[in-house]
């Protein structure tokens, strides 16, 4: 079992909006370089996913849970990992700057390959991650 742990602090930026990107199809499509689609189904409270993974199209659907503008819970219920679920939690600091905590965790279920797939999926949510902040720093820039 693999686990990611990233915090970043976000200044000059209303939690609301932050809260809005984290949810909105169009953004996280738009700011994920390895996301093709993700499609919100708020009467089943999940999101499906399509996504490049090092040159093939893998698709899952993870179940969500949200307290608004607080937190976010999910849980992979179909697709390609034996285990996948994590939170991100926000809230405001004494700065009155956003604060975004991302907890993953992860399993591919196939031991022979897990040493090879666990980097490989390591750097690509790493780099996802990162990519979602860069392009809340672009959206907020650009208003």
């Not at 976000?10 to 809005?20: E, G």
């Not at 996301?35 to 999101?47: E, H, L, T």
């Not at 390959?113 to 490989?120: G, H, N, P, Q």
């Amino acid at each position: 079992m693999q686990n990611i742990k990233i915090m970043k602090t976000i200044s000059n930026i209303h939690i609301a909006d932050v809260w809005a990107y984290l949810l909105s199809e169009k953004h996280l499509s738009n700011s994920l370089r390895d996301v093709i689609s993700v499609a919100y189904d708020k009467y089943q409270n999940n999101r499906r996913w399509e996504a490049n993974f090092n040159g093939s199209i893998i698709r899952w659907i993870e179940e969500i849970y949200c307290v608004p503008e607080k937190e976010i819970h999910f849980r992979h219920i179909n697709g390609i990992f034996s285990e996948y679920y994590g939170n991100v939690y926000l809230y405001t600091d004494a700065n009155n700057s956003v604060v975004v905590f991302i907890n993953i965790h992860f399993d591919v279920g196939i031991a022979g390959l897990s040493d090879v797939l666990d980097v490989i999926i390591l750097s690509a949510i790493n780099n996802n991650i990162n990519d979602y902040f860069d392009y809340i720093e672009t959206i907020k820039i650009s208003n």
